[in-house]
């Protein structure tokens, strides 16, 4: 079942790899079907090099195995949370990038200092609170993506509009209309991840962007008047 959307997500997967941001086994990827019954993400452990689109796993939306004959990823519940806390997102994607994680690590969100963290990002991408003993112990992948939910409901940020978020002490988590959106997003958050810590070595003193260029740049790719690209 889901042949076409194995296929996409294990692309997905290896675009990963393929992009520098995920090394060993530290990263994942799925995409939800076009209907919201069903997620696909690759399966736990496996080294990239050795994954087929059959060996992607299929799952409810409660996690329960449909179909596939390995164990999937063990950030599935995270994923889903996500799809649920966030609708209308159609993939998801995790990775330990080094700049993005260094930031999580470092208990810090990525200021807006340019234009090309603005053009995908509007504002902040900002560290979710530390996960509690508790919250860690129990359901922890789950509570991943809970606190994520919670840090753009309590700080009123549009996960539609910042679709990246870096979890404190563990690293990114990015999303889009795709597994491949979701990638795409990914790619761009390490990017402006590794030039906001150059901005800052350069300028100890650096500045977020003023929210007229953020305007400009953002909203020129993105909403109704968007002229950016081909129509």
Request: aromatic share 8%.
């Amino acid at each position: 079942m889901l042949e076409d959307l194995k296929e996409a997500v294990l692309r997905a997967n290896l675009r990963l790899v393929s992009s520098g941001l995920v090394i060993l086994t530290w990263g994942n990827a799925s995409q939800i079907s076009e209907d919201g019954s069903f997620v696909v993400i690759k399966p736990s452990g496996v080294s990239y090099s050795e994954m087929r689109a059959e060996d992607m796993v299929v799952t409810d939306l409660d996690g329960n195995v449909v179909e596939g004959r390995l164990c999937p990823s063990s950030d599935l519940p995270t994923h889903l949370e996500l799809y649920r806390s966030f609708p209308g997102i159609g993939g998801v994607v995790h990775t330990h990038s080094r700049y993005a994680t260094s930031f999580a690590q470092s208990e810090r969100g990525i200021p807006c200092y340019g234009t090309t963290h603005a053009d995908t990002f509007y504002g902040e991408v900002p560290c979710t609170r530390p996960l509690s003993s508790l919250e860690t112990l129990s359901e922890y992948e789950r509570n991943t993506g809970r606190v994520i939910a919670e840090t753009f409901r309590t700080r009123g940020i549009d996960y539609t509009e910042v679709p990246a978020v870096l979890v404190c002490k563990h690293g990114p988590f990015t999303w889009g209309s795709s597994a491949d959106k979701a990638v795409e997003n990914a790619i761009i958050l390490e990017e402006v991840a590794c030039m906001a810590l150059a901005a800052k070595e350069l300028n100890a003193e650096v500045a977020p962007a003023p929210q007229y260029l953020v305007d400009k740049h953002y909203l020129r790719k993105h909403g109704k008047n968007a002229y950016y690209g081909q129509k």
